[in-house]
């Protein structure tokens, strides 16, 4: 995943954020250039991120408006938590799953306190593989 370092810098110094908030990445030609912070759902609790999905598809649409790409879902984890867990597996299976057939692939980042680990979700045919992904900031 390429990503421009203005936006690196902006969602690791955001101030920092209780566990397990989110938000979304887009840009043009397979380049992160923007990002959305989600004020997430009722529902978010300490180990458990409930996106806004209203609000993030309303952004989806501006930035499609824009010229920009819709190219995944980010969120936190709290110290120590640098994977995926199984619910976030299946979060990005659901995700998906639910895109339309020309969307093959997505990132999930996952953003701690000293970094950023990078997943990308592809589908090919029923099945859904995650993968770690490198970073590259530019």
Known sequence: MKIKETVFKEIMESPVPPPEVGGIIGGRDDIITCYFADKGSKENCYDSYYPSTDLLNEQIAVWQSRGIEFYGIYHTHFAGDDGLSCSDRRYIVNIMQAM?????????????????????????????????????II
């Open 100 to 136: 339309p057939p020309q969307v093959t692939w997505l990132y999930f980042p996952i953003v701690f306190r000293d970094g950023m680990l990078v997943y990308r979700a592809v589908r090919e045919k029923n099945t859904v593989k995650i993968l770690p992904e490198e970073m590259e």
